[in-house]
Nanobody, 113 residues
Framework: QVQLVESGGGLVQAGGSLRLSCTAS????????MAWYRQAPGKERELVAR???????NYADSVKGRFTISRDNAKNTVYLQMNTLKPEDTAVYYC???????WGQGTQVTVSS
């Protein structure tokens, strides 16, 4: 059974930074691609960033140059470093183990202007 636990969200002013963490269990983490998604009120869930088992990354255009996804296989954890945050980054952020259907509970990020 795949379990994903996100943390690190909060309230921050525009221009600030946050670091999200997601710890996974029930999968062979080191061999699995991981991703961060977000869902803003009234909008569909969207892919923010993805990292392969080999460490290759890609990002949504809206966050390129500001967000960085990384992973620590020893800790079964994937991170999302978010810098220069904007009000439009406000959303619930979720991580996902690609290829599995499970979602975590999400963590709220609110960016005030």
């Amino acid at each position: 059974q795949v379990q994903l636990v996100e943390s690190g969200g909060g309230l921050v002013q525009a221009g600030g930074s946050l670091r999200l963490s997601c710890t996974a269990s029930g999968i062979i983490f080191s061999t699995n691609a991981m991703a961060w998604y977000r869902q803003a009120p009234g909008k569909e869930r969207e892919l923010v960033a993805r990292i392969t088992s080999g460490g290759n990354t890609n990002y949504a255009d809206s966050v390129k140059g500001r967000f960085t996804i990384s992973r620590d296989n020893a800790k079964n954890t994937v991170y999302l470093q978010m810098n220069t945050l904007k009000p439009e980054d406000t959303a619930v952020y979720y991580c996902r183990a690609l290829g599995f259907g499970a979602w975590g509970q999400g963590t709220q990020v609110t960016v005030s202007s």
